[in-house]
């Protein structure tokens, strides 16, 4: 393990909480797939020496180190098995935890007084994509090079796409409805990728992140494109075929994608993929690129690895 120089200095965190760092960073724990993508991405492997349990079964992080079998697992936030016990017990320098737990961030730093830091790509309260959050891990282990360089990068990538979108006229930009991984009827109200990408959230308005609608709810918005989720267990062979689906739009003109969506949070790179799937869905004749083998390079560049892209969906 890498011998890190001593780091003192306080910051205001995304969840806008006041975190001070003292001393040496060589043991992380990590309790939100963001941050650890991020951790990864930034070379910080060998620090991490806890994960909750979504991170250690992410697919992508599976196939990009498969060590990570092999590092300690805390539990998970978010479906309550947490051990704080089992955290102090790895006896980590810093810990990672979503801008939705910091509540549970300050539990931990009251019973162990580890710094813990809330961190996210659409953290509050716009909730907007930003990648503030690589900067502020990579500063917080001292990468601070690396992290600029990534984020410029990812940038970079997503700005190819904004720069096209930005200029689409209203009129121009598909009706959209996305459908969750397990519920086809279970949509998502607020969802940037979509307006990123040049296209109309056809459901919208609502404050909720993945809510239920009817049937007459979809046949009335009707959408022109319906997107599937990547992780999710639908194809479009499975609404092509559904009898009830059949006078949506979409449908008619099989115009039904399933696309790479974030599997429990966003991957950075991830992010900037699923934005050029849907552009390239949404505008085919605005977009030229092969979404494969961009996606590959942008994997590539944050991981160090080839063919993510073609495994985990874009079909």
């Not at 079998?69 to 790895?90: D, F």
Request: net charge positive; glycine share 8%.
């Amino acid at each position: 393990m890498r011998y890190e120089k001593e780091r003192n200095f306080k910051f205001i965190d995304q969840a806008g909480r006041e975190v001070k760092i003292k001393g040496k960073i060589d043991k992380v724990i990590s309790l939100w797939p963001e941050a650890t993508r991020v951790l990864f991405a930034l070379g910080a492997n060998e620090k991490i020496v806890g994960l909750d349990s979504d991170s250690k079964k992410c697919p992508i992080l599976e196939r990009v180190f498969p060590k990570i079998k092999g590092i300690a697992e805390v539990g998970s936030t978010s479906k309550g098995t947490m051990s704080i016990e089992r955290i102090v017990e790895l006896r980590p320098d810093i810990i990672f935890i979503r801008t939705d737990d910091s509540e549970i961030a300050n539990r931990i730093y009251e019973a162990s007084g580890i710094p813990v830091v809330c961190v996210r790509i659409h953290p509050p309260p716009r909730n907007r994509v930003s990648f503030d959050i690589v900067n502020i891990i990579a500063k917080i282990i001292g990468e601070e090079k690396r992290g600029l360089e990534t984020r410029h990068y990812l940038e970079h990538r997503l700005s190819d796409i904004t720069s096209v979108t930005t200029k689409i006229l209203e009129h121009e930009r598909p009706s959209v409805y996305q459908a969750f991984a397990f519920d086809l009827l279970k949509t998502i109200g607020y969802f940037d990728v979509l307006d990123l990408a040049g296209g109309k959230n056809v459901a919208r308005g609502s404050k909720e992140a993945w809510y239920t609608v009817s049937l007459e709810d979809l046949v009335h918005w009707n959408p022109q494109i319906i997107i599937l989720h990547g992780f999710g267990k639908y194809r479009p062979e499975d609404v092509y075929k559904n009898p009830d689906w059949q006078q949506i739009r979409a449908v008619r003109e099989k115009r039904v994608y399933r696309l790479t969506l974030g599997w429990v949070g966003w991957d950075p790179g991830g992010f900037v993929i699923n934005v050029m799937a849907n552009a390239k869905a949404f505008h085919p004749d605005k977009f030229g690129f092969d979404v494969e083998k961009e996606g590959n390079k942008i994997f590539f560049r944050l991981y160090g690895v080839n063919d993510l892209t073609r495994k985990y969906s874009i079909n």
